[in-house]
């Protein structure tokens, strides 16, 4: 079966947050939007945003599970739960390890949270490459300079703002996108359709003078734009957006984005950043483990053709199917009714029913390919953290290293 998207066209992201920063509504959103029934019209119109969730709970799949697969634009978005607890240490390092890249939630009235610091640090020790998004513009007290101001000073980072609030608190109404200098703004308070269109008067200028800051900021990130910017030459928004893409996958910048999840508004322009700015599996270095007969290093590229290397990252108990073993692929491919071997265990395993989960369903395929995530059931001696590969051609994934307290996650 051949891929649906092409690799590139592929994005395994996290949502990242301090607890109670919004981080279930904005999946929620981000799944209601990307859905496939919404998408085809065939939703009634008065269904609510939370209609549709309790619709999605009784059809008995969890909307955060531990992956979903949504479809953005004609790129495949893979979004991988991560804990937002602090006591899931173990947990948050396991799936930063499986996923490309984060999407971090704030609270727009607390800006940085102690939570936050800890997840953020752990991202910067894998080098996972992040977009912000300053979630609660609604709520009394929301402040997008204060969250971004401490997004610099608290995390070290270099945030760069995409966007300007249109309104503030009650009135939060959309956001000026500074890139393309227009106003985004969603009419229908499901937030199904953001609407383009002018900035409103009374913006403009500021609008102006942050774009021009973007700009250079945007250019000082990279040689070729820094020429063009000092010889006062024009600079696309093409340039501009891949500037900022490589510096966002070199860990160089974080692009900032807001909104309200609850009020429905800014969720699309997240999903149009994660496409934008966040890797594909092509992007990050391929996989490294040991040969477990000589020890020797390996590396594998991110190719359907190369020998299969996958990493189980989650083991749920699903009421309906029973023991799911979910998993990414890093190099070859997983097929059903093929044998593959678990080297830490000594073992080998036969894969059985392969499962993608989306939010509204779940679908049997016959293979999932380098790069992305999938689910099997009927594995029996395979646990997180497990690797499982070629038995031909074998290899034991990188086990994760703790530089302080050792954790083990075996
Ligand atoms: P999580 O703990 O990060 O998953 O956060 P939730 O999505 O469960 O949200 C925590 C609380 O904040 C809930 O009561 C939400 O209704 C509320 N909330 C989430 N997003 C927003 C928002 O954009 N504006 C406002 N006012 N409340 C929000």
């Known amino acids: 079966m051949a891929r649906t998207f092409p690799l590139e066209r592929c994005r395994n992201i996290g949502i990242i947050a301090h607890i109670d920063a919004g981080k279930t509504t904005t999946t929620e959103r981000i799944l209601f939007y990307t859905g496939k029934t919404y998408r085809l019209g065939s939703v009634d119109e008065g269904t609510t945003v939370t209609d549709w969730m309790v619709q999605e709970r ?7 599970s531990a992956a979903v697969t949504a479809e953005w634009k004609d790129y495949q978005i893979n979004l991988i739960d991560t804990p937002g607890h602090i006591d899931f240490t173990a947990e948050v390092q396991r799936s930063l390890r499986v996923l490309d890249g984060g999407v971090v939630v704030f609270d727009a009235t607390q800006g940085v949270e102690p939570q936050s610091e800890t997840v ?22 929301a402040s997008y300079e204060y969250s971004i101001e401490s ?20 009135n939060f109404s959309g ?25 409103p008067a009374e913006l403009r200028d500021e609008a102006e003078e942050r774009r021009a800051i973007l700009v250079e900021r945007i250019a000082e990130l990279d040689d070729d734009l820094t020429v063009k910017f ?30 309200s999840s609850l009020k429905n508004k800014g969720v699309q322009p997240v999903l149009d950043a994660i496409i934008d700015y966040l890797p594909s599996p092509l992007d990050i270095p391929p996989v490294r483990g040991t040969d477990p007969n000589s020890g020797e290093e390996i590396t594998r590229p991110a190719s359907d053709d190369a020998p299969l290397s996958a990493l189980v990252f989650k083991i749920v108990t699903d009421p309906y199917v029973g023991r799911l073993a979910y998993f990414r692929v890093y190099s070859g491919k997983v097929t059903s009714n093929t044998m593959v071997y678990n080297p830490g265990k000594g073992r080998k395993e036969r ?21 992305d995530i999938g689910a099997v059931l009927g594995l029996k001696e395979s646990f ?27």
Not at 58 to 64: A, D, L, N, S, Y
Not at 351 to 371: F, W
């Open 384 to 410: 997180t953290g497990d690797t499982l590969c070629d038995p031909q051609a074998p290899i034991l994934l990188e086990s994760i290293q703790f530089p302080e307290p050792v954790i083990s996650v075996a």
């Open 351 to 371: 894969i059985g029913r392969l499962l993608r989960m989306y939010a509204d369903r779940r679908e049997d395929v016959e293979e999932i390919p380098a790069g």
């Open 58 to 64: 009784e059809r008995g799949i969890t909307i955060v």
């Open 230 to 259: 000092l010889e006062g030459e024009e600079i696309t928004v093409e340039e501009l957006k891949a500037a900022l893409r490589r510096a966002t996958l070199a860990n160089k910048a974080t692009p900032v984005f807001c909104g």
């Open 151 to 170: 997004i610099r000073t608290r995390l070290g980072a270099n945030p760069i703002p995409m966007q300007i609030p249109i309104g503030a608190e009650s």
């Open 120 to 141: 953020w640090r752990q991202a910067d020790r894998y080098n996972v490459p992040r977009i912000c998004f300053i979630n609660k513009m609604d709520r009394v007290g």
């Open 175 to 199: 956001v000026v996108d500074l890139l393309t200098m227009q106003a985004i703004t969603w009419r229908d308070e499901l937030g199904r359709e953001p609407v383009y269109g002018e900035i």
